[in-house]
Each structure stands twice: as structure tokens, then as C-alpha cells.
């Protein structure tokens, strides 16, 4: 008889959540776990365009970005993807939240430089071989935040 394992699936939000955010949000969070970051994007642009007030704006354009860095990696354009992490960086920091529509982002913004601070290692990224990464999984605090 084999072994059986047991894999604990990882939730990334609740019934909670979904009922509070955007569909677009929730939607993105779901491609971006799967690795279809330009998916991911398009998702979170949609909102982002639309109804958004402008915190939330901010914040969209940061996971939007954050999600472009890993697209960028996947079709061979690191320098674009330095671009894009250094800005995702920047707006979460013009944000000032540690937590922002369930999202911790100290430990979002942590996952992402373990992923991509190799980009900033060197002048040209190009010169570098893409390393063996891990991008962030996105998974909500428990609990639905005001967002603008």
C-alpha cells in the first residue's frame, strides 16, 4: 500500500474578502498565484482604470508593476523587470500602509525582494543568469481593511 500525503492547500482569502473587495482584485490574486502575471495585470488595470479611489490607485499600480517584473522575467527582459520592481518598490512605499486591502506588504514587499533583489546586483541585469526564483504567494490577512 503506498504512503498517502497530505498537501495542505494554502487559502489566499475568504468568503469575507470577496464579499468586501473588487472582483478585479480577488481575480488577480488568483492569476498572479498561478503565475499568469500579465494576467494578473490586466486584471488589476481593469480596476485600476475604472472605480479606484486614490490610495487604492496607488496600491494597484504597485501589484500591477510587481506583477510585470515577474512577466518581464518570463519573456528574457530583465532590465525591464529591474524597472518595474524598483517601481513597485517605490509606490509601495509612498503608500505608508503595512497593511492595505488585507495585504500584508511588509511580508509581500519581503517575498518580492527575495525574489528580485538579484536584479540589482549588477549595472546590466542582462549580464546576470536569471537564478532559480520563487515569486511571492498572495494571501490576505484575515480580517477586510477599509480601502479609500
Known sequence: MADSVETEIEVAYTDAHIAAYPVEYIAGIDLY???????????????????????????????????????????????????????????????????????????????LDSALSWLLSVPDPRELQVPQINPPKIRLLPGVNEFD
Open 33 to 111: 498565484n498561478a503565475g499568469e502575471f500579465h494576467a494578473a495585470h490586466d486584471a488589476w488595470e481593469e480596476r485600476w482604470m475604472d472605480e479606484a479611489g486614490p490610495k487604492e490607485k496607488l496600491f494597484l499600480q504597485a501589484m500591477i508593476q510587481s506583477a510585470v517584473a515577474f512577466h518581464h522575467l518570463d519573456i528574457g527582459r530583465p532590465g525591464a523587470a529591474r524597472q518595474m520592481y524598483l517601481r513597485a518598490k517605490e509606490k509601495f512605499s509612498r503608500l505608508g500602509h503595512p497593511v492595505f486591502m488585507s495585504l500584508d506588504l511588509a511580508e509581500y514587499q519581503a517575498q
